[in-house]
């Protein structure tokens, strides 16, 4: 199970390569030829410098490559990687020559997930970081009491910064179109909130809701067809109540397996599937579902396996 972890690192950091490509790719035909004959430092130097969205919307408009369609998916994947190399450098004994190798796809991966600007992914990683570092202190009093001094200096002495990107994130998340979208979805979940509109008919009730509404956001919601943006929110609005209670009871089964089996790989990973069902429908799409599926089935499957091997030890 755990080469099977290993082998998804190593997809990831393909999957990195494969992006910083069609970045530089797309950047050199429409704007910058000179990348063409550049050495790779000057094109890692502009890949770094140039904002996501420049490279990510040519190429799906004028190329018809959409890398995973959806930003959201790809940082998922990311973030879920590096969050099983910072499990593996805390938590495995390995050889010094695959930590090497484990630490610097570390650096790779985390800066793709902040590279591409999905919040729900960056602070589902950041959180995951957190309980995996947590987890680890804690068998350590010693280098615990240490860490945790040292990152209260070093927060005190960067609490302008701090202060900064948390008002980047609040204005962020203000300006949001989400808050129209769920304005709706709301009102639609109270509507119908026992048995929902029918999952074929959630998207029709959701335009007809913004088509109500007199207001800019609202025209441009329904002429794209957006979704709740809200996992949640989708499976109220789709089944009611019944729907909703029936996933979340799922969920519970998760957590409670993964704290009695004290698998905090586990936990880590349905905290960041949790902080994404808040911000995006990702079981709406085949990616998602696939994801999803796969990944909650391997943690349930790993959690057996590592049962049946204590009962035989004892």
């Not at 797309?26 to 000057?42: G, P, Q, R, T």
């Not at 029918?198 to 998207?203: A, L, V």
Request: with cysteine; hydrophobic share 50%; charged share 15%.
């Amino acid at each position: 199970m755990e080469f099977l972890l290993g082998v998804f690192v190593i997809v990831n950091i393909a999957l990195c390569v494969y992006v910083f490509n069609i970045a530089i790719d797309i950047l050199s035909f429409k704007k910058m030829m000179f990348l063409i004959d550049a050495n790779m430092f000057k094109k890692i130097e502009i890949f770094v410098l140039t904002p996501y969205n420049v490279p990510f919307n040519w190429s799906s408009r004028d190329f018809k490559i959409y890398l995973f369609f959806h930003k959201a998916y790809i940082s998922l994947s990311l973030a879920l990687s590096g969050l099983i190399i910072i499990y593996k450098l805390l938590h495995k004994k390995h050889e010094i020559y695959i930590n090497l190798f484990l630490f610097i796809s570390l650096i790779i991966i985390s800066f793709f997930v902040f590279y591409m600007q999905s919040l729900p992914n960056i602070i589902g990683f950041v959180f995951g970081a957190i309980i995996l570092s947590v987890s680890y202190l804690l068998k350590r009093k010693v280098i615990a009491f240490v860490v945790t001094f040292v990152t209260l200096i070093l927060i005190g002495m960067n609490f302008e910064t701090v202060k900064k990107q948390g008002k980047k994130i609040k204005i962020k998340i203000e300006n949001d179109f989400r808050q129209e979208i769920w304005e709706c979805g709301w009102e639609l979940s109270k509507k119908h909130i026992i048995f929902g509109v029918g999952i074929g008919d959630q998207q029709q009730e959701l335009n007809n809701c913004y088509k109500n509404k007199s207001n800019k956001t609202y025209d441009i919601l329904k002429n794209n067809n957006y979704n709740t943006h809200n996992q949640y929110l989708s499976f109220t609005i789709a089944g009611g109540l019944i729907c909703l209670l029936l996933f979340l009871g799922l969920i519970v089964n998760n957590i409670n397996m993964s704290i009695d089996k004290k698998d905090v790989l586990f936990v880590v990973f349905i905290s960041l599937i949790l902080i994404n069902f808040l911000f995006e429908n990702v079981l709406d799409r085949i990616y998602g579902v696939y994801f999803f599926g796969l990944f909650n089935s391997f943690f349930i499957k790993r959690n057996v396996i590592m049962a049946r091997t204590t009962e035989n030890y004892e």
